[in-house]
């Protein structure tokens, strides 16, 4: 391509060098000709060329007739804007400088939509035909899917070229003594080839795999599990790997770059759906049961169908299962979801918050448009002479206008490049904006062709935005206007300072917007680092056990959790101790059970439903969730008592309506319970849910193989790892030990979503902010330069400096007003968008309006004081004279 | 500048055809180079054809890239070099048919300037 451009250039300029000789030997040869007709040299000299013509004109006119005209105006154009810009580079620095920020902020946030919500899964093909697939509820609720189910729908589905089963499973890693956790996922065996990837080593997994009880302890590890822990052994396949105690043989090595499929992690390994039992946290074999739902999936459609044929499709096939099955499928559907609203990741999650960093970076390349518009505007009328003088030798004024478009793709060409950059080392900055958590964590930006592409289509429209105006200003200048100079008001504003004047105040109402927002979005995470979720965040610590793939049944694990409870207890500095089921603010969710309470009839058609815990005596007071009435369990409400339950304030509201419920009866899952106390409302998924009724059951009462255990300590949570895990060797070798966590890090984990918001915000506010006030500051500097021979001639007729200093200050202030007021009336209708960010702070919130106020004020006064000061150094007869 | 170019243009439009078969006719029997060109179309014509060089230039380039005439390099016996331009065979056997073009187009134009004569025309 450029060998191609060169050699064109090297024709062009070899053709003009012979057309060049060609008219001179024309000339010489007319010339000789009038010599031998008798006249002089000279006459003959100016006879050939009065005959000859205009050389120039003759030249391009010939030119022209070998084509490629617009290339070489183009060329032309670029060397002149090139040179324009150089000759002004304090201006071009700025020019590219704001551009950079707003084309790479823009680029930035394209390229994390692209790579965590489109395109999230690096090497996986045909992704534009993958959704995600999930079971429903009659009545629109969400749930897992049966393993069983899932092959109906493989086998009997048309129009899906895979249906993919995946489950998350967080699995104990052994090599040597050393246990580390590790996350990965049980998937169905055409996993990887429906994926489209090829193995770095080894293969994946085969048809067979998905069959037989444990029947294939087989493993793929990620490239990073391969590099990192086994040093990129190239003999790695047919090695065994211990897995949850269960020694695995690695059969692949997956490809690099392909991190798994689930948005904000990076899987280190993969099983085959045959070993679900050793990765379920329960234990239970869950492969021949219908009713046992634990899997979430993906669909690859076929060429050219759509998702609504597909989920027509599926919905069919579930339909009919619903009629085969109906005591295990009654009210079951499936739905599927496109990637970016994958409903079991973090895409979902992050969706919004990433919509709306889109729409604040379109307001932030708006600002820094306005801002380079301005510049090119104070630089226009400067070079109007130039413009005239162009005009009056006849150049085009379309040609002109092209050269003025030229000159704005040159800097956004420039900016761009640099946003790219800028972009290429923000890819990873989403993963650092989140709390630190002990998987990989991983959610990249992704720069691939289509963000080029939208970025270049950024580029073309900040141009036209910016150049545009510019442009067509300067084509409409008048050869007559050549000589007159213009001189442009400081106070009043007419003509271009008007239009400079309106961009200002449209960029100090963008910023107030985004300084709105982020002043919102910050004062809730404020409210949220304080807020109380209703249980302890200070002195508890936690941590959690699997005991079913380390040979324990549900006997040795009470047996063991009691003696471990008891060895907890004992330890010094430790206040109390208690098991549960989970914790607060976790991923791992609470069960959820039908209710029903006597004397309360529910709504026709409507089955209440509530949450419930399984905990341990002790658990209130460790978690420090205070008991308002009742009491607490003990160890003697065991399994061979009467089934109790402990409810929350709300519940008793919503089904006592207050009363006292001590001593009634709660019906759970068809089995009924006596309620024996009331224990405080508290959050118990996340800080946004609206309060809900939720119960306590006793862990003895309802055990499950999955447990965590709380401390209430003031040991730091080093120490007591090391403290705990003393404890666990000495009751058993082989349990894995897992790190102890404080409740107040459990807590912070779940405020990811207004993190990133808050940063995003605050960090392109912030440069929307810089933004405007160097477009104010630019603005009131042309103005005061502009109008030296009016602020001359005031001085001179009696005004003082602070009154000049007044006059520039106020003009400055009285545009960010205007821009106050209008963002202010944007911010009023449009800052309910962040409600889902915000907790317990309006989306009008007055002291975050005042304080976005105060600082827009500073702001606005900090960018005009020095133009004004230099209004004030203005020597009036200098001023006059010139 | 913009609208005297327009002008050349316009001309070069108007005469095109006409110039191409000019200089095709002339350059039949000899080789010659654009001066020797436009001095030969002039004396040919009585004096009353002058070819413009803006358009005479345009045109040869305009043939040359066609293929119809060939052009090289050579030494003149008054001194400069000259870039000599040759009918191509290709060339050659374009001016059969833009001889006839043109009869038929000075019968139309006659025909316009003058109908009874043209109608009685055999």
Known sequence: MSWAFWNWGRRRSRRNRELKEEIQ???????????????????????????????????????????????????????????????????????????????????????????????????????????????????????????????????????????????????????????????????SANYFSALGLHMALGRGFEPEENTGRNAHPVVVISYQLWQERYHGDPAIIGKTQRLNNVPHTIIGVAPQGFYGTFVGYAWQFWVPISMQQTFDYSGAYKLEDRGARWIEGFVVARPGVSRQQLQQELSAIAARLEAEYPETNRGRGVQLYPLWETPFNNAGALGPTL????????????????????????????????????????????????????????????????????????????????????????????????????????????????????????????????????????????????????????????????????????????????????????????????????????????????????????????????WSRSVPFTFLSYSSAPIAVDGYQPPRDQQPTANFSEVSPGYFSTMGIPLLSGRDFTRSDDE???????????????????????????????????????????????????????????????????????????????????????????????????????????????????????????????????????????????????????????????????DLLRMVVGRGLALTGGGVVLGAAAAFGSTRLLGYLLYQVSPRDPFVFGAAFAVMTIVALVSTILPAWRATRIDPVRALQS | MAARKSQYQDRIQILQGTLDMLILQTLQWAPRHGYALSKAIRTNSGEIIRVDTGSLYPALRRLERKGWIAAEWKASDQGPRVRVYRLTRIGRRQLIPQRSHWKHLTAAIAGILDPANARSAP
């Open chain 1, 25 to 187: 030997s024309h000339l010489a040869l007319a010339e000789r000709d009038a010599l031998d007709s008798g006249r002089t040299q000279s006459e003959a000299r100016s006879a050939a060329r009065r005959e000859f013509g205009n050389r120039t004109l003759v030249e391009e006119a010939t030119r022209d007739s070998w084509g490629g005209r617009w290339l070489s105006d183009l060329l032309q154009d670029l060397r002149i804007g090139a040179r324009m810009l150089l000759r002004n580079p304090g201006f071009s620095l700025l020019a590219v400088l704001c551009l950079t920020l707003g084309i790479g902020a823009n680029a930035a946030v394209f390229s994390w939509i692209e790579g965590v919500l489109l395109r999230p899964y690096p090497l996986v093909a045909h992704q534009d035909r993958m959704s995600a697939l999930v079971g429903t509820l009659r009545g629109g609720d969400r749930d897992d899917m049966s393993w069983l189910d899932f092959q109906d729908l493989q086998r009997r589905s048309n129009l899906a070229d895979a249906v993919i089963a995946e489950k998350i499973a967080g699995a104990t890693l052994s090599i040597g003594d050393r246990a580390e956790k590790a996350m990965g996922s049980v998937v």
């Open chain 1, 640 to 802: 061979n008592a009467q089934p109790v339950a402990i409810v929350n304030e709300l519940m008793v509201q919503k089904y006592w309506r207050g009363a006292d419920p001590i001593g009634q009866r709660l019906q759970s899952n068809g089995k009924w319970l006596q309620v024996i106390g009331v224990a405080r409302l508290s959050k118990y998924f996340n800080f946004m849910e609206a309060p809900q009724a939720f119960f306590y059951v006793p862990l003895r009462q309802n055990f499950g193989m999955l447990a965590s255990l709380e401390i209430r300590t003031a040991t730091p949570p080093q120490a007591m790892t090391t403290l705990l895990a003393r404890e666990i060797r000495a009751l058993d070798q082989s349990l894995p030990v897992y790190e102890a966590i404080p409740m107040r890090e459990v807590v912070n984990r779940s405020m990811a979503a207004p993190q990133v918001a808050v940063t995003l915000l605050t960090v392109f506010g912030s440069l929307a902010l810089v933004l405007s006030a160097i477009g104010l500051y630019a603005v009131m500097s042309y103005a005061v330069s502009q109008g030296t021979r009016e602020l001359g001639l005031r001085m001179a007729l009696g005004a003082r400096a602070p």
């Open chain 1, 355 to 578: 919509v709306i960093a889109l729409s604040i970076v379109m307001f932030v390349l708006l600002i820094a448009c306005a801002n380079v518009g301005n510049l090119l505007l104070v630089r226009a009328s400067s070079r109007r002479h130039e413009m005239t003088l162009r005009l009056a030798l006849g150049a085009g004024r379309a040609r002109l206008l092209k050269q003025v478009i030229t000159e704005g793709l040159i800097l956004s060409g420039l900016a761009a490049a640099a946003g790219l950059v800028l972009a290429w080392w923000c890819r990873n900055l989403l993963v650092h904006l989140l709390p630190p958590r002990g998987t990989p964590f991983r959610l990249a930006g992704q720069l691939d062709w289509r963000v080029f592409a939208l970025t270049a289509g950024v580029c073309i429209f900040a141009t036209v935005l910016f150049a545009l105006v510019p442009a067509l200003q300067s084509s409409r200048a008048q050869i007559t206007d050549a000589l007159r100079s213009e001189s442009s008001g400081v106070v009043g504003g007419r003509g271009k300072t008007w239009f400079r004047s309106t961009l200002v105040v449209v960029q100090v109402s963008l910023s107030f917007l985004l300084l709105v927002g982020a002043g919102l979005v910050l004062r809730s995470l404020n409210r949220l680092r304080t807020a109380s979720p209703g249980f302890s965040t200070a002195q508890v610590v936690t941590t959690s056990f699997t005991f079913a793939p380390f040979g324990y049944d549900a006997a040795r694990a009470r047996n063991f959790e009691d003696d471990l409870l008891a060895r907890v207890q004992a330890l010094p500095g430790v206040e109390s101790a208690s």
